[in-house]
């Protein structure tokens, strides 16, 4: 399957517009915590095939939409579906199994298993079970296949030097290469990245950047929450904004920085304070 890199082209840049071929429709997504709507996107659409970053001010709800779409948490209200099948009520280990995965914000990498064994954790909502089943249950051919898998993606990675090292002992940003490394075990058409950027040193950013466009020409579709705005201009194709729960601005790259409804979500309280 060919991706056209013009697709987005022609899109207007206006909240819940339509997209040409989306891979995830979300409609109606509500989450409150409390009296705070974490969540509340009425209609987003992520094209297939795109690096589409997901920004906002911090407590704009990104993590609570990527733990709700991805299975980890479940809305007040809502639906949103993967190439048209749809996700409510499905587990995460089934989202996952049906090719959307996410990492995490804080990375969630097994400190105190080997990066090698990390990469057999398929399942991310019940590591340890899957583990064991995976080392011990007799599934001697899959496990040799996934074996080959992880073999290649850590290589890939450039992580083989350290595959028999506890997860523990890896820098943050190396960390973080396992944990994408990780979610490609299952073959996604959708990798979901909270602030993969995050507390990773400038010698490896570049690399992770690159390995996160290489995603991207693989087929895959990227979905990206990050706050450095020159890494969110440098790699994005559409740029998805939310301010408390909702979607404010979406567009190309270019028209966001200059958005005035964005730099006020951005800014507001600061403003509002000033005026008091
Ligand atoms: N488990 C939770 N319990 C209570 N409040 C939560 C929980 N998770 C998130 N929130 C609240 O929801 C809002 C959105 O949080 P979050 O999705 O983490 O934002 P972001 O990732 O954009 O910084 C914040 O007000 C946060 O305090
Ligand atoms: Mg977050």
Redesign the pocket.
Known sequence: MTIDPNALADVAAVPGVAKPDPIVTIDGLERS??G?H??NVDHLEIQRGTITSLI??????????F?LISGF?EPDNGEWDLDGGGLVGISAYQVARRGMVRTF?LTKSLARLTVMENMHVADQTNPGETLRGALFGGWRKAEDEATEKATALLERFGLTHMADEFAGSLSGGQRKLLEVARALMVDPDVIML?EPMAGVNPALTQSLLHHITGLREDGMTVIF?EHDMDVVQEISDWVVV?AE?SVIAEGPPASIGSNEIVIDAYLGRTHREEEE
Request: proline letters at 5%.
């Open positions: 915590f409390g705070v974490a969540v906002g001010p911090n407590g704009a709800g990104k993590t609570t939409l733990n948490d914000q909270d929450i939310l729960g």
